[in-house]
């Protein structure tokens, strides 16, 4: 059975370390929730995982090999503490791009919207919708195309008591459709059988090992 | 090959949602091309002498201008992530919204170009060679600037730092440009510095892309 | 900077200390002796007159100026493709003295210029190539100072080497591909030096001279780089050790 | 007045941050203006009748590049809404950001100059002059300028807005400081257009501040 | 006693009815928590309390009189889903300057920093800091000069558990002293006796499109 692992990793940006030593493993179908204080790396492991940020030291491994990156990038979803919504495009619009950019067709771009909740604000330019309707919009993203892996960064900021049950549901399905989630957040959110990975408990970096 | 053609698509249907977008960098050159009689005076002759360098140098600063805003919309509200995360290499994405950033920029100019060339009477065969030399030359612009802008990304006065990265790169473009209009003025063959051009863009195309993508990833560490 | 795995600074900061002292005696031999050949030994030109005693300066920083830019366009790559940390301060540490050389080559250039031509500065290929290259080398300098996060810069300043060399033939060429005011080359060429010994040797030995003090220049400022990044590693330590 | 200082201060600290940052702007401002003699050829005497112009042109260039984050950067990250919460009314705000914009950007242009100057070299009264209807113009330059910048939040490509919409307002200040160096240059005297040059920076002065909170109010909804 | 009174609000931005008919009282010592589905002008409200927009209808007053601009300018603290943050400046430039710009002192930056754990990243560039940490920079302005109102919209967004904690005793502890605030959030926040104003139970807006 594939597993999505991190050995042993170290992740220092701007010359300041963030943590190190850090493993996890993520299974089909499993969802591992990182938690921790501010500033304990969160969105920084989530970013190693999407492969925007290259480990100082330790290594990613897909199924026992090495991340091939064009392979990873097409296998995952990254939802980062910005939307990455575009004022003048409509939600649909901007849904139909993150599709093609991916190489998919817009199909599910309806459904996904209505998972969301979005479908009567679809045709407004996106500079009109409030945040919390531009954090489900983002979100919607996660169903416009098909994705093996969802690194989610505090998915449900902003986001209101109905909107954080539709996360729930659609996280949930995903698991049950085998596929894995890593995300991080600060509230409760009840998925099922979640693996906590506590970045506040890890042996905090110890001063870099000097120069010299 | 299909998501090269969406990057290019999204970023043309961002441009033209405001129709004026597209306007305006036209109207940049022109005001610019407007501004040296006033400026210089109004001797016929000496506008003549001047108007090819105006020309070229109008366009090359409208390009200029709009290049800053080529990635950093996308680098401050979180899209240049889900860019580098796309089915296609960040290589190709850079190329593409270079692509965009000409049909937006670089073609209405070639096209706004007799505007100046009548501003300063320049003879007709004068303003076929200037809408050739321009057309050859702002892909190149482009391309060169989208690695100054890249790199500049995260930076801080980017709008300034970038002209200084672009300028010096800029110049033998720019006088190849010239030269050749020049050359085409003054009844010689405008040919050779045209080839010239041609073979700046030969040799940009497939490099600054390359380039540019490794400048994004840093700006995304 | 992740100096903490993939370099051994140590191991240059001794080097550095050792060849100092040579690489800094070998630099004032050879220009002392370079400039007491070229300003009193050497004969005056035929046409230039004394004039010429300008090009014992201007040649070598000329030369410089361009090889100083070529082995930053080095080290960028090595710093790219190797990841190796000392590349990116020696291309940080060289470019404001490269800079400082092709300042020094426009100086003198125009100096000379306004006896032999009559004016201070013509807009042709050799002398615009190389103010381009000045303004390359600005650029470098921006860029690497632009970040709050000093690896940031390092990589975009190498990068934009990379790009800015081709600048380098440009120049190196103008004089042959366009023809200019200024006198194509007599001593690098593949035809071997066709001007007489008794120019030739000062400006070798300037060349040389040149060539050491710029190394020398190099050694100290990356130490002295390697030092701050010690005291800022020691400082954001300390910030880490009360979070 | 304490908020006024502390609004300037703040922006300055912002600017001067990376020491770096200032000295781009003049080199743009260098660029652009060594960029004319190879575009429009090398002969000396047709460069010193241009020089006042491309003196000019380039400065005002200078400063419009640098409009676009004058509010933009405020505005994007939240600041703005302090600013308009802040202690003392926009229309200080403006005019503190104004004058941080021009201690930042004009005077600096001003103290650069003589370098064109002598790229082109231009005799010492010439220059002279020339720093004068500099120190005068561009702080006309920023205020004016930043109305446009006010007024073009929230529309993308600002970069090339912002210089549609002030480019007409720069005309005459171009017109009177060229003139101005002309006439010294002529050997007649540039007083009146120095007089001009001042006349249009006591008009601005008070109003265009005013214009600009307006526009930033709205902004704001 | 002195009262901040909303009578019969409308809200209409960008040509959209958001809401109408809106009333409110805060009285000196209590808290005001907006809450409501996403969209339903929580921010809105916010905004209009603070004068940054004008309602269409209705009236705010200050015990009795109509707003005075200036005065209440600098009555009121406004915070915004933004963090307004400068990366390149440290957290206790940011502070300071915020403290000028209000025409105080600085004197109360370190306190704040101290309430919110922020002392020792007060020397770092902001854009160092993560998520969380920006947002408690931006919550530090509350104490770094006194005001009398607060208008946070959704202050604990991004906060990990112990900063959430903090943010409710430095509320609590303005109310105290007689300070008001309104805020308006998703999450359960442990305050003193607030009153609620539920968005979700107005009169919604005639349609999502326009109303001419
Ligand atoms: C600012 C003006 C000038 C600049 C920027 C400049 C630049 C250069 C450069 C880059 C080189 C190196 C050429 C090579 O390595 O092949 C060079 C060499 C040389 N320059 Fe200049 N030059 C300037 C003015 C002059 C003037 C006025 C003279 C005298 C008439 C002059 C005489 C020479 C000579 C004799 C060499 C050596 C060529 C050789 O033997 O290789 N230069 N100059
Ligand atoms: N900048 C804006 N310009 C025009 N209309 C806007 C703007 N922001 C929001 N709106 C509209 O006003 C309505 C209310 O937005 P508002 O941000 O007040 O909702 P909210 O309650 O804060 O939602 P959230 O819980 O997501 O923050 C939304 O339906 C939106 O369409
Ligand atoms: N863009 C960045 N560049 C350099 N360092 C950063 C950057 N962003 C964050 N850091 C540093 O990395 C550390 C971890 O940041 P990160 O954002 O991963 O924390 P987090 O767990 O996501 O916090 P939060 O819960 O507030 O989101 C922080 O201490 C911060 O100093
Ligand atoms: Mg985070
Ligand atoms: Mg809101």
Redesign the pocket.
């Known amino acids: 059975m594939s597993l999505f692992e991190g050995k042993d990793l170290t992740?220092i940006?701007?010359e300041?370390w963030?943590f190190q030593g850090l493993d996890f493993t993520l299974a089909a179908g499993e969802a591992l929730v990182v938690i921790?204080?501010?500033?304990?790396?969160?969105?920084?492991?989530l970013?190693l995982m999407a492969g925007l940020i290259r480990p100082a030291a330790g290594q990613l491994t897909w199924c026992g090999q090495a991340l091939e990156e064009a392979a990873h990038r097409s296998r995952l979803h990254y939802l980062g503490?910005l939307d990455a919504v575009k004022p003048v495009l409509t939600a649909r619009e901007v849904l139909n791009g993150w599709a093609s950019l991916r190489g998919a067709s817009a199909e599910r771009v309806p459904e996904a919207l209505d998972r969301f909740g979005l479908t009567e604000l679809a045709e407004l330019p996106c500079r009109l919708l409030s945040a919390g309707q531009r954090r489900r919009l983002a979100l919607a993203r996660l169903l416009a195309t098909p994705a093996e892996l969802w690194l989610l960064?505090?998915p449900s900021v902003g986001l209101d008591k109905e909107s954080q049950g539709r996360l729930a549901a659609v996280i949930a399905q995903h698991q049950a459709g085998g596929g894995r989630v890593a995300l991080?957040t600060?509230e409760a959110l009840d998925l099922e059988d979640p693996r906590q990975l506590d970045?506040g408990a890890l042996t905090p970096p110890a001063a870099p090992e000097l120069v010299w | 090959m299909n998501a090269f053609l969406a990057v290019i698509g999204r970023d043309l249907r961002l441009a033209l949602r405001q129709r004026s977008d597209v306007a305006l960098v036209v109207m940049f050159f022109v005001l610019t091309g407007a501004m040296f009689p006033l400026a210089v005076g109004p001797e016929p002759n000496l506008l003549a002498r001047i108007a090819p360098g105006v020309t070229a140098v109008a366009a090359l600063l409208a390009v200029l201008l709009s290049l800053e805003r080529l990635f950093l919309a996308d680098y401050e509200d979180g899209n240049l992530e889900l860019l580098a995360l796309a089915a296609l290499p960040l290589e190709l994405v850079a190329l593409a919204k270079v692509a965009a950033h000409w049909l937006t920029t670089g073609l209405p100019l070639v096209i706004a170009a007799p505007v100046i060339a009548l501003l300063y009477d320049m003879p007709a065969d004068g303003l076929a060679v200037t809408l050739l030399a321009l057309a050859l030359a702002t892909p190149s612009l482009s391309l060169i600037g989208a690695v100054g802008a890249a790199l500049t990304l995260g930076a801080r006065r980017g709008g300034v730092l970038i002209p200084l990265l672009v300028l010096p790169l800029y110049v033998p473009i720019l006088i190849f440009a010239v030269s050749a209009i020049d050359a085409e003025l003054a009844g010689l063959t405008a040919l050779p510095n045209l080839l010239l051009l041609a073979a700046i863009l030969a040799f940009a195309l497939p490099f600054t892309p390359i380039a540019a993508a490794a400048a994004l990833r840093q700006a995304l560490? | 900077m992740t100096m903490h795995r993939f370099a051994n600074p140590g191991r240059f900061m001794r080097f550095a200390d050792r060849a100092l002292p040579w690489t800094l005696g070998a630099m004032v031999l050879c220009l002392g002796a370079g400039l007491y050949l070229g300003l009193f030994v050497a004969p005056p030109d035929y046409q230039q007159g004394e004039s010429v005693r300008i090009m014992y300066v201007h040649v070598p920083s000329a030369w410089m100026a361009l090889f100083v830019y070529t082995n930053i366009a080095l080290a960028s790559a090595a710093s790219l493709i190797w990841r190796h940390p000392l590349a990116d301060l020696v291309a940080k540490a060289s470019s404001p003295i490269g800079a400082g050389f092709t300042f020094l080559a426009l100086a003198t250039g125009s100096l000379w210029g306004k006896p032999m031509w009559g004016t201070w500065w013509v807009w042709d290929a050799r002398l615009t190539s190389v103010l381009v290259l000045f303004f390359l080398y600005l650029g470098h300098m921006a860029l690497m100072n632009a970040f709050d996060?000093q690896a940031r810069g390092r990589k975009a300043a190498a990068i934009l080497a990379l790009v800015g060399f081709v600048n380098v033939p440009i120049i190196k060429f103008s004089v042959d591909w366009w023809n200019t005011l200024h006198q194509p080359a007599s001593v690098l060429r593949l035809d071997g030096p066709t001007i007489h010994s008794s120019m030739l040797w000062p400006l070798l030995l300037m060349a040389l001279g040149f060539t050491f003090y710029y190394v020398t220049l190099l050694f100290i400022r990356v130490k002295s780089d390697l030092l701050a990044a010690r005291a800022r590693a020691l400082e954001v330590a300390a910030l880490q050790a009360g979070?």
Do not use: F
């Not at chain 1, 921790?36 to 492991?45: A, E, T």
């Open positions: 992740c940006r701007a300041r963030v921790g204080p501010n500033g304990s790396g969160k969105s920084s492991l970013r503490h960064d505090e991080a600060h970045m | 560490t | 996060d979070e």
